[in-house]
């Protein structure tokens, strides 16, 4: 009995949908965001009993088969992706040693510290996200020293991590730093200026170059001895996984495009705040941007921040995409399409605010073969809305996680 | 701020009753315009499609339909077709202008005047004008039991604190003072209290020192008590001249306060209280207001954790004086309208999610007869939207107080303040009569 329980339990998030009716998804406006990202009118979704997409389309050329469970709205979009967040590490309760794991000062340059041994999927904040619409998360280690950690996706339904390739999209998404002060070391600890920590930054990449000739002359069936640190920047430096560099100072940005330069990683930027003094910069190096929270408070680093930077990005040429980014305080989690809302105020047009935290944030996170958008084959998650899903006044009422309803709260 | 002309206005009407009074002419003429065609939502009643709002000089004198309205030949005439007008917005709890209270020398300091620590050219006043805000009560912390008296001003374009006062009819600056409970003012040091019933105690203790004090006081004679700043404050409390702004969280504390308004008499609103929704018919019993805070998740601290979006939706169900606040920079003035938005998401009803971002405000801050909504005879604060004010979409276009316009977003200078952007973080610097960049 128990062998087959445990087969049960084992066997559940491979078939989701096999406990439930299969999920068919009927709205008034539907937001595949393919294409030219416009809205199909009274559009359809067939969920598989695989938990992917069978079709999308209008009722004429999509009807909905009998047995399938039906749930209507007005306004139905991907599951929202959350670019850049720390939620499952920085908790509801905010207190250190308890429910804050996204940082840890004791050194200055961390890599191989992993978010999937940091993460706790039953905090109450995955729960608000979820519920919300969100989806997917990229999370991990935060800002806030020079090598944070490392960060990974998963979905939000997602309680504990105990297979790391089934329960997460990237079990190690980005290796996550900070420039300017904001990673500087405090109470006399290095880095203590911004030369410091671009010295640091460099000599600790020259020493993962060496690691990474050491193995090339590995003769065959010799290994090299594990070294945690060095092997997470191996995978930096090969190309494997971007490093995420939030900035927010020009001066900042430029020096996260000079390392990338010199050493030919993956960059991200994060933050970002006084990008628009760079466009140009940022543009020729090929380098995407998660674009502050729009409400991000506007003090330190951040005060030159510019609610029009999504706008002022698009315009450009520039890939990117909503986060909620950290919070040290109150709200304890931002929510990412509220970010990506005020931003349409602000001058981006309203489906490429959508983009930011679908289809455009999974392009941007290297996940768009799996979620992001509404078509056939892709992962079954939805969000349903009763109106507009950036509109203050709308309610999310209803989450498809795999193909499986996760949430009908009115929230 | 706008230009560096905006100084010279008041100059210009020096020179203007300088000719008057040379012609023999006794008042200043008061200027008349009429802002004509905008969606016109004056709060305090029915919204009104192709409105007039007719101000003269610092005052609303008209609000009405178009036609109904009279329009005197003399006035100006300012077509705002496709806009709404909204009242200018009342923002119960900000800490913008780095504002301070007491120190860290102990618990409870009635004697300390916010008003005496406010920095009025620091941008975050340019940033709450942007926001639409027009008045605001400005308060220190909640690191203490009592940390001081709040001021309440005027977002008048304005370079001292005297500018920018509310005045009381004695002609001192108004405001009320701040009280705090629950983890925030639990230090355990420095004379501060370690538990919540030492926090009670602390604070019962002084209003007990102000009954006799006061009681002093009235007796007059040859003998009166030395003069004590913060037993003056506390006697102000105690009269009901001075409201008490407590700040509150927890279910219990929430009741403690209630409990402590009921010994002493206070007048009391109640600030943020995250677990309104747990003790909705006592706070609606005890009669008290509350001033709450919508923010984008729970959490941050323990006693945050429970804190509901349907704050509003249950204290209006029970008739509850509610009003919302910024807190500013837990939320930046620029998103005060947010809140109305997130309330009526969460079951409160429109008319009363825009009451609680204007006239609900004013009451609690007892200015409801001089501003809060258009009404004729208020002062004309408000604000010009391009679209409906629960929308996230809509961008304030103009902030006007008492008559003038303290903020443009055609103008480039306000439109960094709004937007953000190089620069946008600095302090407004002052030079001679007039801002420079």
Not at chain 1, 34 to 41: C, K, S, Y
Not at chain 1, 193 to 211: C, D, I, N, P, T
Not at chain 2, 349 to 362: D, F, M, N
Request: aromatic fraction near 4%; charge should be neutral.
């Amino acid at each position: 009995m128990k062998a087959i329980l445990l087969l049960a339990v084992l066997l559940l998030p491979l078939c989701p949908a096999s406990t439930n009716a299969q999920v068919a998804v009927q709205a008034e406006r539907l937001y595949p965001m393919t294409g030219d990202l416009r809205p199909i009118e009274n559009g359809v979704v067939l969920c598989g009993k695989n938990g992917r997409i069978e079709k999308v389309g209008p009722p004429g050329e999509v009807p909905i088969p009998e047995g399938y469970r039906i749930l209507k709205a007005k306004v139905a979009t991907p599951g929202f992706i959350d670019a850049h967040a720390t939620v499952g590490l920085s908790g509801i309760l905010n207190i250190d040693r308890q429910d804050q794991e996204q940082l840890e000062k004791s050194s200055p340059i961390q890599p191989e510290l992993r978010a999937i041994d940091a993460y706790n999927g039953r905090d109450p904040l995955v729960k608000w996200v979820r519920e919300l619409g969100i989806t997917t998360v990229h999370t991990g280690h935060a800002p806030g020293a020079l090598m944070a950690g490392q960060t990974m996706i998963l979905k939000t339904n997602v309680t504990a991590i105990t297979n790391e390739e089934k329960d997460t999209l990237r079990p190690f998404a980005m290796v996550a730093g900070t420039l300017g002060s904001d990673g500087f070391g405090g109470g006399g600890k290095s880095p203590g200026s911004r030369a410091k920590s671009l010295a640091m930054l460099r000599e600790q990449l020259f020493k993962v170059q060496g690691h990474l000739r050491k193995r090339k002359k590995l003769e065959e069936g010799e290994t090299a001895e594990p070294d945690l640190r060095l092997d997470a920047l191996a995978e930096v430096l090969e190309g494997k996984v971007p490093l995420l560099v939030t900035a927010q100072r020009h001066h900042d940005i430029a020096a996260a495009l000079r390392l990338q330069k010199e050493f030919g990683f993956r960059l991200v930027l994060d933050g970002a705040s006084e990008a628009y003094l760079l466009l140009e910069e940022i543009k020729k190096a090929g380098v995407p941007v998660l674009v502050h929270p729009t409400m991000a408070r506007p003090y330190g680093e951040r005060e030159n921040m510019t609610f029009t930077l999504a706008a002022k990005l698009h315009a450009a040429g520039i890939p990117f995409a909503f986060q909620s980014g950290y919070e040290g305080y109150v709200p304890k989690t931002r929510v990412v399409h509220f970010e990506a809302a005020l931003a349409v105020a602000y001058g981006l047009p309203h489906e490429i605010a959508l983009a930011g935290c679908t289809s455009a944030a999974a392009r941007l996170l290297g996940i768009a073969d799996r979620v992001g958008s509404l078509q056939p084959g892709l992962e079954a998650d939805l969000a349903l809305f009763d109106g507009d899903p950036l509109e203050t006044v709308t309610h999310c009422i209803g989450v498809i996680i795999n193909g499986v309803v996760v949430s009908e709260e009115v929230k | 701020m706008c230009s560096s002309l905006r100084y010279l206005a008041p100059l210009a009407t020096l020179v203007a009753i300088a000719v008057v009074s040379l012609g023999g002419g006794r008042e200043t003429p008061s200027r008349l315009t009429a802002y004509v065609g905008a969606h016109i939502i004056p709060v305090t009643a029915p919204e009104i499609e192709d409105g007039v709002l007719l101000v003269k000089g610092e005052t609303i004198a008209a609000v009405g339909k178009r036609g109904e309205v009279v329009i005197p030949e003399n006035a100006e005439v300012i077509d705002l077709k496709g806009k709404v007008l909204f009242p200018g917005l009342v923002c119960t709890h900000s800490h913008i202008g780095k504002v301070q209270g007491g120190d860290g020398s102990s618990p409870i300091q009635p004697g300390v005047r916010v008003l005496d620590s406010i920095d009025v050219l620091d941008s975050t006043f340019e940033k709450a004008r942007a926001g639409g805000i027009t008045m605001a009560n400005l308060m220190s912390g909640s690191g203490h039991l009592l940390s001081g008296q709040t001021a309440y001003l005027k977002l008048r374009d304005g370079k001292t604190i005297e500018d920018l006062a509310v005045r009381n009819e004695d002609g001192s600056m108004a405001g009320g003072i701040k009280m705090a409970n629950g983890t925030n003012s639990i230090r355990g040091s420095g004379g501060s209290p370690g538990t919540r019933g030492k926090s009670a105690a602390l604070v019962r203790a002084q209003f007990i020192k102000a009954q006799r004090y006061r009681e002093k006081l009235a007796k007059g004679g040859d003998d009166p008590p030395e003069r004590d700043l913060a037993m003056e404050a506390l006697v102000e409390v105690l009269e009901g001249k001075r409201v008490v702004h407590h700040h509150t969280h927890r279910h219990d504390d929430i009741i403690t306060v209630l409990r402590l308004k009921k010994e002493f008499g206070f007048k009391v609103v109640l600030h943020h209280v995250s677990e309104a929704w747990k003790v909705a018919d006592e706070i609606a019993e005890a009669g008290v207001s509350c001033s709450i805070i919508y923010l984008d998740s729970p959490g941050g601290k323990l006693e945050a954790r429970d804190l509901e979006w349907k704050n509003g939706a249950e204290l209006e169900k029970r008739g509850v004086l509610t009003a919302f606040h910024t807190d500013d920079p837990i939320n930046d003035s620029r998103w005060f309208l947010r809140s109305a938005g997130l309330a009526v998401r969460s079951g409160m009803s429109r008319q009363k999610a825009l009451e609680a971002v204007t006239i609900a405000g004013a009451e609690m801050m007892d200015q409801a007869g001089q501003t809060g909504s258009l009404t004729a005879g208020k002062k004309a604060d408000f604000i010009v939207l391009n679209g409906d004010p629960l929308s996230i979409y809509t961008r304030i276009l103009e902030t006007h107080v008492e008559g003038k316009k303290v903020f443009d977003l055609d103008n480039p200078e306000d439109k960094l303040w709004a937007e953000g952007g190089f620069g946008a973080g600095h302090r407004r610097q002052v030079s001679g009569c007039c801002f420079t960049k």
